[in-house]
């Protein structure tokens, strides 16, 4: 390699927001180069083999894109995307009960009712995919644009197709007030604001009722392909995406940390990767524009400096919020499977899926917002280690019907290995002990999270289990340098750090203070969460406004997106 290469983009992070936003510039026809510091791409996409013939997926497993217009623009289909789609009625379909201190109870069909309607499922036609690409799959309207109820996408697309959702006061509602409002029992609502909570928004949080809800609809709702997992987990479909750019002719090179970007009159012209790179020390120049697809603290404080920015954006972005949970992961290798104990011993057997019959256990324990709020005092108010008692901690297992059968997870013949286990737990950052305190208590947190487990599974004793594979927030970040905060959700999105303010004015609408500098990360940029190739397809409207981006006729814009005044509209034609 040269010692002063050059490109039209470079683009730093080989992560899902990296990748995506080369694949998309390289079908535009750039030149295009991705710098990742891993060995192998991917970011918390990955796939890891604790031992021989065993593969376990420690974060990200789950498909929170279906609505995506990257499927038909990228054509990932072409590259290897496959995905089991279940649309089954969600209003015919068996859908169970929730798992409580008491056993199992029962959804209601005013639940199902309340839940599809929300999601836009009662309309006439079906709304969802145009519901979902407004909350999460729309850029934030440019600076002088004042947001209200008339210019919020989903607040027009609910006015369109169900208008008697839309009010005054949903902006400013909490999840609970709108399920108050449409649902019926306390066990489905706390449910749904935990797993609101460990996607990105949280139930109880003001002024995002809407984007919390649409990010659990994104999991559960049938026509989005009813907890679908993709063939090969999320790793298998990163892998198409990286074939995307590559057939586009996107350069990737793997073990490239970047030291730093150049900044030259105050723009940004490319970068200097550091002296352990595997070309080490080399300078890689940005005709165009650099792109910094890792964390925002990363990108700003150590990569472009103090020196490049207003002290006043230095000190916001200190301040950024990471005060989120961060979720610890635990996967099991037993000598016989795991099953519900004799509290949950009369499910029906659809409860038990996947080529092995595992048990579905799904959230416990339900039974009402109290456990909710006295877990997350515990995680965001206490911060230090667990002291709720295990039988009232929150967790989610995630589901095993996805893996196919021939998924080394679903099926392996010295034994089973189950499904992921989550519990949210105090982001390293913010434990009152340290950012190392979860992998200094290690031994108790697994102890812990099997005795919560075990509160609804038998299988979990010592005579059972082989191996406890656990990642915890730190483990997590050690691996994947473009996670802060433990997650890749990161920071907040409560109401003073969603859409056009996330997460501060300067930085919400992709471009950044630096001519040239651009920010691609959950971090920083709407809709952050889990929602996947939702910043690379917003941040395309931005680089189309400024000319760098020219993409073809394959090519469309939301319908609810507001060109910046003086700059081209990302509309085709």
């Known amino acids: 390699m040269g010692k002063d290469e050059r490109f039209d983009v470079v683009i730093i992070g080989g992560g899902p927001n990296g990748m995506t936003t080369a694949a998309y510039l390289a079908k535009c026809g750039l030149r295009v180069c991705v710098l990742e510091e891993r060995t192998e791409c991917g970011g918390a996409c990955e796939t890891v083999e604790p031992i021989p013939g065993v593969r376990i997926y420690p974060h990200a497993m789950l498909m929170y894109a279906s609505a995506a217009p990257g499927f038909e623009q990228l054509e990932l289909h072409k590259y290897g995307f496959r995905m089991e789609w279940d649309p089954k009625d969600l209003l015919e379909a068996d859908v169970g009960g929730l798992a409580c201190s008491d056993g199992w109870r029962s959804i209601t069909p005013k639940d199902q009712m309340g839940w599809a309607k929300l999601g836009g499922m009662l309309g006439q036609p079906s709304f969802t995919r145009e519901l979902m690409r407004s909350a999460f799959w729309c850029p934030p ?51 749904m604001a935990f797993a609101a909570w460990a996607s990105g928004a949280a139930g109880h949080w003001e002024g995002v009722a809407v984007p919390a809800t649409l990010c659990v609809q994104l999991l559960t709702l049938p026509n989005m392909g ?54 080490g020390g080399r300078t890689i120049r940005a005709e165009k524009a650099v792109i910094a697809a890792c964390d925002v603290h990363q990108a700003f404080l150590d990569l472009v400096g103090p020196q490049h920015l207003d002290p006043g954006v230095i000190q916001k972005i200190r301040d950024i919020s990471l005060k989120n949970q961060t979720l610890y992961v635990s996967t099991f290798h037993t000598k016989t499977p795991l099953r519900f104990n004799d509290r949950f011993k009369n499910v029906p057997d659809s409860k038990y899926v996947g080529p092995d019959r595992h048990p579905m256990a799904g ?50 013949p010295r034994g089973y290995i189950s499904p992921a286990f989550e519990m949210a737990v105090t982001s390293p950052d913010y434990h009152v002990e340290g950012e190392d305190a979860l992998d200094r208590h290690k031994e108790d947190m697994d102890r812990f999270m099997r005795e919560s487990f075990s509160q609804m599974l038998d299988g979990l004793d010592d005579d059972n289990i082989l191996h406890h594979w656990s990642a915890s927030g730190r483990d997590v970040e050690f691996r994947n340098t473009g996670l ?15 859409w056009t303010n996330r997460p501060i004015p300067e930085l919400a609408r992709y471009r950044t203070p630096i001519e040239g500098l651009y920010h691609a990360h959950q971090t920083s940029g709407h809709p952050g969460g889990l929602c996947l190739m939702a910043i690379p397809y917003n941040l395309m409207h931005i680089l189309i406004e400024d000319g760098i981006a020219d993409p073809g006729s394959w090519w469309y814009a939301s319908p609810y997106y507001i060109p910046q005044e003086g700059k081209r509209s990302a509309m085709r034609g």
């Open 363 to 412: 959230i416990f324990p339900c039974d009402s917002r109290e456990i909710y709020y006295e877990n997350v005092a515990d995680v965001d108010g206490r911060k230090g280690q667990p002291t709720v008692p295990p039988e009232r901690a929150m967790w989610f297992q995630t589901p095993p019907q996805g893996f196919d059968p021939t998924d080394c997870q679903g099926h392996y």
């Open 484 to 498: 802060i905060g433990g997650t890749w959700c990161g920071s907040r999105h409560d109401e003073d750090q969603l």
């Open 141 to 191: 309207h440019p600076p002088e644009v004042e947001v209200t109820d008339e210019n919020t996408p989903y607040m027009q697309v609910y006015r369109k197709y169900q208008p008697d959702i839309w009010t005054p006061e949903l902006r400013e509602m909490t999840m609970f007030d709108l399920l108050d409002e449409h649902c019926e029992t306390e066990h489905f609502k706390t449910a």
């Open 226 to 279: 009813r907890t679908s997992i993709p063939r090969g987990g999320l790793h298998g479909y990163f892998h198409a995406i990286l074939r995307a750019a590559v057939h586009r002719g996107a350069t990737i090179r793997t073990s490239s940390p970047v030291d730093e970007i150049l900044i030259e009159d105050g723009r940004a012209v490319g970068v200097r990767l550091r002296e352990t790179a595997a070309s």
